[in-house]
């Protein structure tokens, strides 16, 4: 059995610090000990720690870190199958797969996320709108129940257990292996166009007016902008480039990625570094000196161009930040995003780094965050109370257009807000209280917002 050690864990936005008894598993049988004759009273999963919040954290509780756990077993190249454990990275299926000529079905804006992590958050990318979520490409996956069971769970094999897993965030049980659907490509290039919108309702008619010519779209957005250029954007909108398209310095290895000079943030910014005068000036500037036109990327700089600076979240300082993103459907998109970014905006305290997406239909996944609309992601610095009072006022204004919040960023959602917000809540603890009856698996998060009740 592995033996645990305290710990002070947080998620990526570094917002709260928990004391945690933390594991680390190097096989299987191990994992399985730990879980059923640990000491511990409850246990989460965690994988890199990516999520933004809480939600792979567990105060006075113990975290089953997987990075051991990530061995690739198999892979069908007829039907671009993969099987591997649930450790394994985005990362190391990226590095191990597009020379082969297959990507991954779905990828959110980082590869620094662990195969089973992205399954428990039911990840979304910049192709929501034509592909939905991560979990329409598992065609199964193994699971270890709290009384030490491996079940598997599919579309077709309890189907209830694997649709309550699918953006559970690993309160079913831990994800041990799984098997996922990747998609051919020809290179590791992206056609991408790039536009300006002057305000929100422009952006909102490019993405509208011919969003289905386009596989992947993503807007970056001035959330400090008022009056007519409220919501000004830059639209980055692409599709997997041919062999046709590449330069002919690129053609001889279409597939090969280009290595990425990385760069660091050594230390944590001071505070006042980030402030409503340099966030103007640096949006300002971005939005003038953006390009336009099309151009071809590579596959890294246009999925995960933060992952090229390790340990950026540093840059808000050691109080950390808030990742918020909100969902709003199409009838409500354009009034509840207005609402956001004019209650963001007087408050004088939004980043830079600020991305509208739209999103396709309502994924089958009883906690799956996407439905169809658009959706807003924005990282607040934290200044205590003052984003306390702006988180609530938020929160306000996205259920006053039936919109919801993403738990993977979530790190301040009051139980309340979460029950009107995501509708399936009672069927996925009805699943959960079925194979879990003791609450073994439980996370800061699911106890805050009144997923568990313990």
């Known amino acids: ?57 567990n105060a006075n509780g113990g975290v089953l870190l997987q990075q051991r756990l990530n061995r690739f077993t198999g892979f ?22 597009v020379r082969r000529g297959y990507f991954l079905p779905v990828t959110p804006g980082t590869k620094f996320v662990t ?33 030490g069971e491996v079940l598997t769970c599919s579309p077709q094999q309890n189907a209830d257990v694997f649709w309550a897993t699918i953006g559970g965030m690993g309160l079913t049980g831990i994800i041990l292996s799984v098997r996922l659907r990747l998609m051919p490509i020809e290179t590791a290039y992206i056609n991408v166009d790039y536009g300006k919108a002057r305000n929100l309702d422009q952006a909102l008619e490019m993405f509208s007016g011919d969003d289905e010519r386009y596989r992947y779209s ?60 340099t966030v103007q000036a640096f949006n300002t500037f971005y939005y003038k000196r953006a390009p336009q036109g099309r151009r071809v990327v590579d596959l890294d700089s246009y999925f995960y161009p933060l992952d090229g600076v390790t340990h950026w979240n540093r840059m808000y300082g050691k109080r950390g930040f808030v990742q918020y993103q909100a969902l709003f459907g199409l009838d409500n998109a354009r009034r509840g995003l207005v609402e956001v970014i004019e209650a963001v905006s007087q408050s004088r305290q939004s980043s830079f780094l600020a991305v509208l997406k739209r999103t396709g239909p309502q994924g089958d996944g009883m906690l799956s965050f ?85």
């Open 1 to 57: 059995m592995a033996q645990g050690v305290d710990a002070t864990l947080s998620g990526w936005g570094q917002y709260e610090q928990e004391t945690c008894s933390v594991f680390r598993p190097e096989r299987r049988r191990e994992l399985v000990e730990t879980v059923q004759n640990g000491d511990q009273p409850n246990y989460i999963a965690r994988g890199l720690g990516r999520s933004y919040g809480d939600s792979a954290v």
């Open 76 to 97: 069908d190249p007829a039907h671009g199958v993969l099987e591997c454990e649930a450790g394994v990275s985005l990362e190391e299926i990226i590095e191990a797969f």
């Open 115 to 147: 195969l089973g992590g992205a399954l428990a958050a039911d990840v979304h990318g910049k192709n929501h709108h034509c592909d939905g979520t991560i979990g329409r490409f598992v065609q199964s996956l193994d699971l270890l129940t709290a009384q």
């Open 218 to 277: 993503v807007a970056w957005i001035d959330c400090l902008a008022t009056n007519g250029d409220l919501g000004r954007s830059v639209l980055m909108r692409g599709n997997h480039a041919d062999v046709s398209d590449l330069r002919s310095e690129s053609l001889s290895r279409p597939l090969v990625l280009r290595p990425r000079r990385k760069k660091s943030m050594p230390i944590h910014f001071p505070n006042f570094v980030l402030n409503p005068y």
């Open 370 to 454: 996407p439905k169809e609309g658009y959706t807003l992601a924005l990282d607040l610095p934290n200044t205590g109370q003052r984003l306390t009072d702006l988180l609530r006022r938020l929160d306000e204004i996205v259920l006053k257009y039936d919109g919801r919040l993403y738990l993977a960023k979530d790190a301040a959602m009051t139980a309340d807000t979460f029950a009107a917000m995501y509708p399936r809540l009672a069927e996925f603890k009805e699943v959960k209280s079925r194979i879990d009856p003791q609450c073994r698996f439980s996370s800061s998060q699911a106890r805050r917002v009144g997923i568990v009740d313990i």
